[in-house]
């Protein structure tokens, strides 16, 4: 575990691991915020599947990482992706956005790596919209925009936190 308790990604990071009945590992805070001792600290536990916030996961990435190591995937959300993995990465990178509002996650999409990206893709996708939730590009006047024009994201569907509709703010 690496999300902080006040941080809503502590909550994806808890309860779908308690329910399935796995292990949760939880680092030090020397070893949080230095990605080489992550690195090491991810594989001398034989951690398969971890939560890394974006600052610190794209540092990560360019790290050299054992070619048998038990880690299956790196989850990373909380910022913007700028950097795809690199092809050697043993891993999968999966890039999640979501509002605190969405209840943790309203998109995510697994990163492809620098060699199989599309030459049209500048920065990594958030993705699509997970089971029950909706994304819209509104304008100002809240009409959706047409494809590859920019506007304002919204997000809706059963994730969502209650109190939000119809506020001014």
């Keep these: 575990m690496l999300a902080g308790v006040a941080f809503d990604a502590s909550v994806w990071e808890l309860w779908p691991y308690i329910a399935a009945g796995a292990s949760i590992y939880i680092a030090n805070e020397e070893t949080r915020l230095n990605p080489v001792a992550l690195r090491d600290w991810l594989l001398a536990n034989e951690i398969t599947l971890s939560f890394i916030p974006t600052p610190l996961a794209e540092p990560m990435l360019t790290l050299e990482w054992p070619d048998k190591c038990k880690l299956r995937a790196i989850l990373t959300g909380g910022d913007r992706l700028a950097q795809y993995p690199p092809d050697t990465l043993p891993f999968a990178l999966y890039n999640h956005y979501g509002p605190s509002e969405s209840t943790v ?21 958030i993705g699509r919209p997970i089971a029950n939730t909706r994304v819209y590009i509104l304008d100002r006047k809240l009409r959706p925009v047409p494809q590859g024009v920019p506007g304002e994201m919204y997000v809706g569907g059963e994730g969502l936190a209650r109190g939000y509709m119809n506020r001014p703010d």
């Design 105 to 125: 996650v309203a998109a995510a999409c697994q990163v492809p790596t620098q060699s199989s990206k599309s030459l049209s893709e500048i920065a990594p996708s």
